[in-house]
Each structure stands twice: as structure tokens, then as C-alpha cells.
């Protein structure tokens, strides 16, 4: 069910309808595995290679292999996504149609033929391929932070150079102050934790606990590759850039996950509202932002967000009132400070704030789209 038009009084009964447990989660952000699979159904699959599908958000391999009661099936086996598969050397011509492999997984939770390899073996090499590691952030350089000829922070590659911000020290958005396990999509742990998250309003609290009960399948980003506006862009583990247009006075917010996003924030002082021909004063994904310099911070102030998105990983409600009031700061070169302040009357109690940093990483950023989902 997608939520978006659910009223709070029928999220009172639908929470206890909601799945129960915590399960698997993915290498990467892109939907959680256990939203799909069940840690439960083991299973083992031997068969020839009929097709390789070499797409986001996970890559998938087609064998045809016999079921625990020997029917023969055609199966969808899914992998990492292609960008954290390439990054270990694995293309899709790793495998060549005919190949025979074995695969050791997880079945569906829908008991279609479909199944997450925790790993797959190629039989003519004995070999373990398509899996994934983790990518360690790029070790500290101790340099001080890149200044432009007024001594403002770069919040950008300097001349020549190239890079991008990632490594997110936090997944999930939690109150200051407030520790909690997440793991990288912003599934709880313990969802006894989640009205430690944030002070939620009694409505927003019991969506958050029925996304998080239900694996935060219904996620936006990833069914319908909706933009993920508000902090959650600053938690995608394929990173940031920025592209700073100081003689436009804007800066450009572009992502590597989601569906490559970008965001737009003007420096010049203006109004937030629309353009009259335009948007007029129609709710945004990414909201109006209005950006000024106080000393070396870039202090953000975005209000105007539509509640077709997540604002967070881990599937933390907002309204239209949703106002945000972000500080980038780089104290050198290797760090990126983002603290964020929300205020949103319709679904929490009082301000909050939240923040964490992100680490420079010196090579281009991966190119990831969401619009080449496969369900």
C-alpha cells in the first residue's frame, strides 16, 4: 500500500496490521532486502545461466535450476547494484550464458521464483563471484579545507580536480543526542527505539513505526523513483556533489543515488516563492532554499516541500509545514559538517535538530539511476 493519503486516524488501526521483525540489509541504500526476502526461506539453486541483467538498482543473474520439489524454474537471482559490483571487477561479462552456477540464498517473501544471493558459485572455476564489499573511505590527507579568493570554504573540487561527499556518519536521521541502531536504509534494530527517534506527534510516531514494520517497503525513492528531498540526500551512500555558480549566486546540489537529483539553491538573497509563470507557490520535492554565508558556514533555509517523498532514510514522516534550516561547513579538507534544524508543527511536537559528517572522496561520482528499477 502506498501512504501518502492515509489519514492519521487509519494509522492508528494499520500499524497493528503491519509486519512483524527486523530483517537483512543490503551493501547499499537502494530497498531493503528483507522488505522483499525472508532470512527464513534458505534455499540452495543449481542451474545454467539463461540471462544477466546489468541494471539498477540490483543487478540479477537468471538460472534455470528445480525448486525443493524438483520443478524446474526459470529464477531471478538478485545481486548488489552493478555500481558496487563494478567497483570489486565484476561485469556483466563475469558469466557467460550456459555457465553453471550455485547459488546459496534467501527466497521471496511472495513465493515467486526469485531469490538474494548471499553467494553464488561459478562450477567451471569453483570460483565465489558477484559479491560485494564495503568501500573503506579514502584515508585522511590532513590538509586544510580549499578556500575561494575571499577565503570562503570550497564546498566543491578545486580546478583540475575532481571528488565528491560520502561516507555519511550517520544513515538515519535521530534526534541530537539520541543513540539508536540503524543500519545504512534507517531500519531500526529494536523498532522499541523508534519514538526515541524524534518528537513525534501520535500519528507520525505510528507511520514511522508501520514503515519500519513493514521494512520500509513502501519507500518512494526506490518504487517510484521519487527525489529524496530534505536531509536523506546527505545519506545516500553514492554521495553529493556541489557545483558552486557564484557569479549566479546559486549553488547545485547533485546527487549520485536516487535517480541522479539534483537541487537548486539560490544565494542572492530572494524570496522564497515560485516563479509566477512557473511553479507559482506549488510544493517541491527539494523545497525553496535560500542560502547566505555566516563566517565559513553555508547556512541553508528551505521551506515549500510537497509529502509525496521521504525527507530520511528510514521512512520518518513530514507535512507541508516542514521547514529546514541547514549549516554545510568544511573545517578541512577531508570533512563535510552538515547539522540540520527541522521544524514541522504538523507532525512533530517542537524543533529538533540533528547532524553528522561526510568524508571527500577524490574520484568521480558513480552514476546510479533509479529509472532502471526492476521490482
Not at 273 to 278: A, E, I, L
Not at 345 to 366: F, I, N
Amino acid at each position: 500500500m502506498y501512504t501518502r493519503h492515509v489519514t492519521r486516524e487509519a494509522w492508528r488501526w494499520l500499524c497493528g496490521c503491519a509486519l512483524v521483525g527486523l530483517g537483512l540489509a543490503p551493501l547499499a541504500a537502494h530497498h531493503v532486502i528483507s522488505a522483499k526476502f525472508d532470512s527464513a526461506k534458505t534455499l540452495t539453486l543449481r542451474g545454467p545461466i539463461t540471462a544477466v541483467d546489468w541494471a539498477n538498482p540490483h543487478a540479477h543473474v537468471f538460472i534455470n535450476a528445480a525448486d525443493r520439489n524438483g520443478r524446474i524454474a526459470n529464477w531471478a537471482i538478485e545481486l548488489e547494484s552493478p555500481v558496487d559490483l563494478r567497483r570489486q571487477g565484476w561485469t556483466a561479462n563475469t558469466v557467460s550464458i550456459g555457465d553453471v552456477v550455485t547459488v546459496e540464498g534467501i527466497g521471496a517473501r511472495d513465493g515467486s521464483s526469485q531469490a538474494w544471493s548471499l553467494s553464488m558459485v561459478l562450477a567451471r572455476t569453483g570460483q565465489r563471484v558477484f559479491f560485494a564489499r564495503p568501500v573503506a573511505p579514502p584515508a585522511a590527507t590532513h590538509k586544510p579545507a580549499p578556500r575561494w579568493p575571499d577565503s570562503q570554504p570550497r564546498l566543491s573540487a578545486l580546478p583540475g580536480e575532481i571528488g565528491y561527499w560520502a561516507s555519511p556518519s550517520l544513515t538515519t536521521l535521530v534526534e541530537r543526542g539520541v543513540t539508536v541502531d540503524a543500519d545504512a536504509n534507517g531500519l531500526l534494530t529494536n523498532v522499541a527505539d523508534a519514538p526515541r527517534v524524534a518528537p513525534f506527534q501520535t500519528w507520525a510516531r505510528d507511520l514511522y513505526v508501520y514503515r519500519q514494520r513493514a521494512f520500509l517497503k513502501d519507500d518512494p525513492m526506490f518504487l517510484h523513483c521519487l527525489p529524496p528531498g530534505g536531509p536523506r540526500q546527505f545519506q545516500n551512500r553514492f554521495g553529493v556533489q556541489f557545483l558552486e555558480q557564484r557569479d549566479r549566486q546559486r549553488v547545485f546540489v547533485m546527487m549520485g543515488g536516487g535517480n541522479r537529483n539534483w537541487r537548486l539553491i539560490y544565494t542572492d538573497a530572494r524570496e522564497q516563492k515560485g516563479q509566477v509563470q512557473g511553479d507559482a507557490d506549488n510544493p517541491l520535492y527539494f523545497g525553496r532554499a535560500v542560502g547566505r554565508w555566516e563566517n565559513d558556514a553555508l547556512v541553508i533555509d528551505t521551506k515549500g516541500f510537497n509529502e509525496r517523498f521521504w525527507f530520511s532514510n528510514g521512512g520518518l514522516p513530514h507535512t507541508q509545514q516542514l521547514h529546514l534550516v541547514e549549516r554545510f561547513a568544511r573545517p578541512d579538507f577531508d570533512t563535510l559538517r552538515y547539522d540540520v534544524t527541522i521544524d514541522d508543527p504538523g507532525a512533530y511536537t517542537r524543533t529538533w535538530s540533528a547532524g553528522w559528517t561526510l568524508r571527500w572522496v577524490p574520484e568521480d561520482m558513480p552514476e546510479y539511476f533509479c529509472q532502471d528499477n526492476r521490482p
